[in-house]
């Protein structure tokens, strides 16, 4: 399939690490030009690197404003950088302090990044988000993540209402095999699943479809990539 991307103008935020970093590669690959933003350095690939946090607004009105002089406007924004906060704490022993950061990087750092790019995106621009399937299903010790992750999925479609020929799409995966999943389950989890484990490359693919022109009619969407898990009813069968 041919996903149209050559020479489009791409911003990924969280794009020094796991699916962002992959999202940037799958991007480079389709002769994108690619703008990779993080809060830490970023690898050495062939795109442009700002260094940002997407909780800092003027910060992101900086690093838009610079990726926009280099390339001349934006057409996809793909917001990658998210946080998972304390995994496996009940709420009750949360601080706030900790709640305030996942919601920080989680919700308001999507919408400050949509904020300021919008303006920049053309009609049959694209933006496509990092939810969760923590949106929709949950164990226990995950609070302000799914909720945050929840705010994600509304941000979506109300975006999606309110822009008028800009498309916005969020996608939800199950685990993927990142650093941020590593860390919260550790290595031998992740290496000795007996569940579905999705590649950083394979959300990328499902990133990619949503930014191109080809998903044209695909607006205000939450993609469940979990293996059909959460759609599996209680019923004995
Ligand atoms: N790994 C999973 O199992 C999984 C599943 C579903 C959704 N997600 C979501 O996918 C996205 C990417 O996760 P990942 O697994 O690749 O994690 P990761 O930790 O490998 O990468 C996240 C990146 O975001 C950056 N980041 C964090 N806070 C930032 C900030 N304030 N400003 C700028 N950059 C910041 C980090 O530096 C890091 O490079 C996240 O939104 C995450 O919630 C991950």
Known sequence: MRLELAGRAVLVTGAASGIGLACARAFLAEGARVAMLDRVPVPVLDGLVVQADVTDESQVVDAIASVVARFGGLDVVVGCAGVSGPVGTPLVETSAADIAKVLAVNVTGQLLVAKHAVPH?????????????????????????CASKGAVVA????LAVELDGIRVNCVCPSIVDTPM????????????ADFPVLAADEVAAHVLYL??????????????ADFGVSARSGFPA
């Not at 941000?155 to 109300?158: D, K, R, V």
């Open 181 to 192: 999943a590593r860390a919260d389950l550790g290595d031998h989890v992740i290496d000795e």
């Open 211 to 224: 930014a191109s022109p080809v998903s044209r009619s695909i607006n205000g969407q939450a993609v469940l």
């Open 155 to 158: 941000l979506t479609s109300a």
């Open 121 to 145: 995106l053309p009609v049959g621009g694209s933006i496509v988000l990092l939810a969760s399937d923590s949106a929709f299903v949950s164990a226990p010790g995950m609070v302000p993540y």
